[in-house]
């Protein structure tokens, strides 16, 4: 027979009622569930200061205990288990005599499935008890066929450089390194970010995607490492942070440039010792958080003006995922475009099979500033006004500029992507060498003078790559 696992969470162990309950499904359904009992210190107030320690693989169902007769109940404060991300959290049952209305609705707002109030009786609780961890397990079956189309089955391309950067991803996936992934806006770095999430052991913790550039400076700290009550003037409430609701996860930084000083220093420490403090509180709390950071402009640079930290620069960049841009992947073009087609003609109901040969060659001469994103919204758009089974020139709109650019000939694009190449590659091998030239030529198996010839023709500025060497 298949157990269940409960979890439950007594903020008041006093009162007994958490062992009252615990006795009772011991007796009632003890050979059905895999029992766990855990307290939870609570301050003066009845609000508990402390987070549980969610187990593994027993927490489908958790019952959580606040102080009976409680005036009020700060649900903010309450230790629930997470749901973000893409992820089903446990369902919760709340035990308590009472509260108000809109307290209820609060709670039901952050997730509390049900609620019980003394006496407690095997009549009522069981038959609830049942009902949420069925649906639980139905969700967790959905959520499962989720994560798999979540994994790299989005990350599409053929392109040398494109499947190199993939190739990195099953096995960083697998390690708790911070990844550093870098590439314009457009070209999948949240993809990327979620298919190591997705293909390693935190797949079942939540996945919380943050743009650092979204959230405003004054507001960086409080949104990450949260508040407790009275830290500043407006603060009735604790506030947990994104770095406690990612707890046991993953946490996406994108536009990691944007990152405030202070913040970045706050970071590092959460980097280095696995811990934090949040807003107004002396308490050092412990988190456990894998930490995945992007950005689209060049942290060396910005590390040069004094916007970025060094150290920083060092922890995240463990290791680093470089996406191409679409204009240098153009082969990747006509898969990519037809999976946007047929996934388009799908949500749309639209029975559109392909693009005509002339389409396809048109999608070659635009430059895609936007990346695989402005690709998909070109596709999705062209099959929304499509007319028959056939995308057409008519549905295919590009920005005028595109309308004066010339059709490159095969010569011209080969010596294109050859000159992509080239300076990525020796750019690669500056960084790895920190800017000696003798080592770097060496390793191309170029001469020396060869070597600076392909340095001013490619613009590369050699100090940048010298002053990022410890």
Known sequence: MERSGVLIIDCNPANKLGRVLYDLLCRSAGERLDLRYETVPAVPDGSSEADPVWPEGIADAALL???????????????????????????????????????????????????????????????????????????????????????????IGRNPFFVQALGMIPVVAQSD????????????????????????PRADKPFLPVNCGAVPAELVENELFGHVRGAFTGATLCHRGLIAEANGGT????????????????????????????????????????????????LRQAMGAGTFRQDLYYRLSIVQLALPALRDRKDDLPILARHFLEKSAAETGKDVKDFAPETIQRLFGYDWPGNVRELENVVHRAVLFSKGCMVDD?????????????????????????????????????????????????????????????????????????????
């Open 65 to 155: 205990f606040i102080v009976p007769g409680k005036a009020h109940l700060d649900c903010g404060s309450l230790p629930l288990p997470v749901q973000a991300g893409g992820q089903a959290a446990p369902p919760v049952i709340l035990v308590i005599e009472g509260c108000m209305p809109d307290e209820v609705t609060e709670c039901f707002r952050r997730g509390v499935s049900d609620f019980l109030t003394p006496p407690l009786r095997t009549i009522d609780v069981l038959p609830r008890m049942w009902r949420l961890l069925e649906h639980s397990r139905q969700r967790g079956t959905v959520i499962q066929s989720m994560k798999a189309r979540l994994g790299l089955e989005q990350l």
């Open 177 to 200: 390194v911070s990844v550093l992934i870098s590439g314009e806006t457009g070209t999948g770095k949240e993809l990327c970010a979620r298919a190591i999430h997705y293909l390693g």
């Open 251 to 298: 946490l996406f930084l994108d536009e990691i440039d944007c990152l405030p000083l202070p913040a970045q220093i706050k970071l590092l420490r959460l980097l280095q010792e696995k811990e934090y403090r949040q807003l107004g509180s002396a308490k050092t709390r412990q988190a456990d958080v894998r930490i995945i950071a992007a950005t689209n402009v060049d």
């Open 394 to 470: 008519e549905q295919v709109i590009l920005p005028q500029t595109e309308t004066t650019m010339q059709r490159e000939s095969f010569r011209a694009e080969k010596a294109r992507i050859i000159a992509g190449f080239e300076k990525r590659y020796m750019q690669r091998l500056l960084e790895t060498h920190r800017g000696n030239i003798t080592k770097a030529a060496v390793a191309a198996q170029k001469n020396r003078r060869a070597f600076w010839e392909l340095i001013r023709k490619y613009h590369i500025d050699v100090r940048r790559y010298k002053s990022s060497a410890h």
